[in-house]
């Protein structure tokens, strides 16, 4: 397939790099299964494009699939095949009976040139066609098992779910099989930053509060725009992006998925509490969940594996729409967006307190990495908090040999954090575990830090300080 006009790629190099790569070795002999997984809107459809314009001295074939019945999938199949394969195939006639024959077809095609065959939404085709997954497995095992092996890559792109829930899991069929697995997440804070083109480091921070990392999200918000300009135009009005998506995201999940995400998002963070909320068993779900990197379990930093998780939604966005827009969209709709994002003007300092915690923890792990004077490249960075009856929580901690080394706190406040800020370590250095006699104190701070405190093993970091090391 010959693409053209794409726009540039950006934060995915890596990712394209490593397909790239695994083209080379499926060229060299050495054939290939690769997955690339992800949710809606994180970018599978442009990485497998940019490999499609990147590869056009050999032959391949994308093939988007839908939620057409198995036998419209394999005329269109067929017709892709048809248009790479050229006059090396006789395709033209009626389509391929059977997704094993089709597979069979490319194998047969692959063994005297090379060819690339590109799956995407291969959740579909697990809906659409009974055993799917095996048909794949039971070819590659076929190919991979034959010396003199077709010079074959075949890449499935779907679902994080579905693809990881059903296929790569202990049970699944094509569990172990993959040369290669690369999982699609939303941009961290700092790719964000790179990827938009490193605007204003605060605004960035409120962008990613509600679009969080993606790619598509990030392109619509408008930085030379106020934050309240962008949330209206995007989340405030009938078909805005930001009040669309999540549907989109949300519809490939299973309705026990649905309401385990949503509840966990409106605040039930405890096992029973989600148990008394949704009913039914919920092991499972929250498994899958927590598998698809949808859902997080968080637990203390070094507390034991016994101790009992609290869980989160992993995705900002997804953690915005659930919070702010979910119960508020016939009002939106009804053109009352203006209104209805001014009465959450609480829940969204909530969002934006939360997000910068996050970006904070990210940035500790940077620390690590570009100031071992501050902290040291082996600590361990995390969240803590107090499992006793008097309640303490860190934002950030920092361990060393079971031993606290550092305590570090974020504030989503207008102005510069000062001695109050820094007073609050007192108490939490009584609570937290094993500390050191002088513990590395860091403050995150929307408007900075005032350097009057940043006296010996104080440090203070605005945004700018964390996107700019």
Known sequence: MIVTSLKRMRGREQELNRLLDLVDAARAGSPQLAVVSGLRRVGKTFLLQHLSERVNGCRSVYFEATEASERDQLRRFTQALSTALGDDAALAGSPLPDWETALRTCELAARSEPLIVMIDEATYLMESTLGFASIVQATWDRISARVGAAKLMIILSGSTVGIVGKALSYKGALYQRPTAHIALRPFTTAQAFAFAGRPDPVALLEAYAACGGYPLH????????????????????????????????????????????????????????????????????????????????????????????????????????????????????????????????????????????????????????????????????????????????????????????????????????????????????????????????????????????????????????????
Not at 325 to 347: C, D, M
Not at 440 to 448: E, Q, T, Y
Request: glycine share 10%.
């Open 218 to 469: 990030l392109d619509a918000w408008d930085f030379s725009q106020s934050t309240d300009a962008n949330l209206i135009r995007l989340a405030g009005e009938p078909g805005g992006i930001l009040l669309e998506d999540a549907s989109l995201l949300l519809a490939s999940l299973p309705l026990s998925h649905r309401k385990l995400l949503i509840a966990v998002g409106q605040g039930r963070s405890k096992r029973s509490e989600l148990q008394n909320e949704v009913g039914g068993r919920i092991d499972r779900p929250l498994e899958a969940l927590v598998a698809s990197k949808l859902l997080t379990e968080a637990r203390p930093l070094n507390a034991p594996l016994k101790a009992r998780p609290v869980f989160r939604v992993a995705d900002q966005y997804l953690r915005f729409w659930i919070r702010i827009l979910a119960n508020r969209v016939q009002q939106i709709e009804a053109g009352q967006g203006q209104q209805v994002l001014k009465h959450a003007t609480g829940e969204w300092q909530n969002q934006l307190g939360g997000a910068f915690e996050e970006a904070a923890r990210e940035d500790a792990v940077r620390l690590t990495n570009t100031h071992p004077e501050i902290l040291p490249a082996d600590t361990i960075t995390g969240e803590w908090w107090s499992a006793g009856r008097e309640q303490c929580q860190v934002d950030v901690l920092g361990m060393r040999e079971h031993k606290t080394i550092m305590l570090g706190e974020a504030r989503w406040k207008a102005q510069p954090l000062g001695r109050s800020e820094l007073h609050e370590f007192g108490r939490k250095l009584q609570l937290v575990p094993n500390p050191v006699p002088d513990p590395v104190l860091v403050l995150w701070g929307r408007s900075g830090v005032r350097s009057d405190i940043q006296v010996g093993k104080v440090y203070g970091f605005s945004p700018g300080d964390m996107f700019n090391r």
